[in-house]
T-cell receptor, first 113, second 114 residues
Framework: KQEVTQIPAALSVPEGENLVLNCSFTDSAIYNLQWFRQDPGKGLTSLLLIQSSQREQTSGRLNASLDKSSGRSTLYIAASQPGDSATYLCAVSRDTGFQKLVFGTGTRLLVSP | SAVISQKPSRDICQRGTSLTIQCQVDSQVTMMFWYRQQPGQSLTLIATANQGSEATYESGFVIDKFPISRPNLTFSTLTVSNMSPEDSSIYLC???????????FGPGTRLTVT
């Protein structure tokens, strides 16, 4: 059974810092990995998707990397802003029945001005 | 991507009643899913909504408790039946297309059962 863990569970940083969020998964037989953000009481916003054959994806100040063999992904946020405050979730899909996502436990990020 | 809406956005219901949640997409999609997020928890997949046939449920979820319909490629409903306080959660629908199967989520329905 796939298990997805995110470290740290919570993170508080001053504005402007670069930061790294970690995601690990127990079964390396994945099809893709997605990073989402969730604002309090709201739905999920897709940030980045990395297919299993890819090593990284970039969107603006966000960069996500994937090391499939070691079961790890990182989300790098450059020059953090208060608007980045949210819960960040990673999710993986299996390489069979690959539409189904298994979610991590989340990292709650607070960026203070 | 697509614009995904859910109705209602929130509701407070009494124990023993049922609530039907609607998910509408502004374009045709291949896959539709329903997830549950219990308070302070991450998301758990309830089922895959299949167009014109019975939904595919994950372990721990049954059709009698969570009947799902998907009459076409843009619309699905999830019913939470015979509710108890343990059903208090956020319910989210998501959609995807063929490869690479990136999923997009609706805004969620916050359900409180008293």
């Amino acid at each position: 059974k796939q298990e997805v863990t995110q470290i740290p569970a919570a993170l508080s940083v001053p504005e402007g810092e670069n930061l790294v969020l970690n995601c690990s998964f127990t079964d390396s037989a994945i099809y893709n990995l997605q990073w989402f953000r969730q604002d309090p009481g709201k739905g999920l916003t897709s940030l980045l998707l990395i297919q299993s054959s890819q090593r990284e994806q970039t969107s603006g100040r966000l960069n996500a990397s994937l090391d499939k063999s070691s079961g790890r992904s990182t989300l790098y946020i450059a020059a953090s802003q208060p608007g980045d405050s949210a819960t960040y979730l990673c999710a993986v899909s299996r390489d069979t029945g690959f539409q189904k996502l298994v979610f991590g436990t989340g990292t709650r990020l607070l960026v203070s001005p | 991507s697509a614009v995904i809406s859910q109705k209602p956005s929130r509701d407070i219901c009494q124990r023993g009643t049922s609530l039907t949640i609607q998910c509408q997409v502004d374009s045709q999609v291949t896959m539709m899913f329903w997830y549950r997020q219990q308070p302070g928890q991450s998301l758990t997949l309830i089922a895959t909504a299949n167009q014109g046939s019975e939904a595919t449920y994950e372990s721990g979820f049954v059709i009698d408790k969570f009947p799902i319909s998907r009459p076409n490629l843009t619309f699905s409903t999830l019913t939470v039946s015979n509710m108890s306080p343990e059903d208090s959660s956020i319910y989210l629908c998501s959609v995807s297309w063929t490869g690479p199967y990136e999923q997009y989520f609706g805004p969620g329905t916050r359900l409180t059962v008293t």
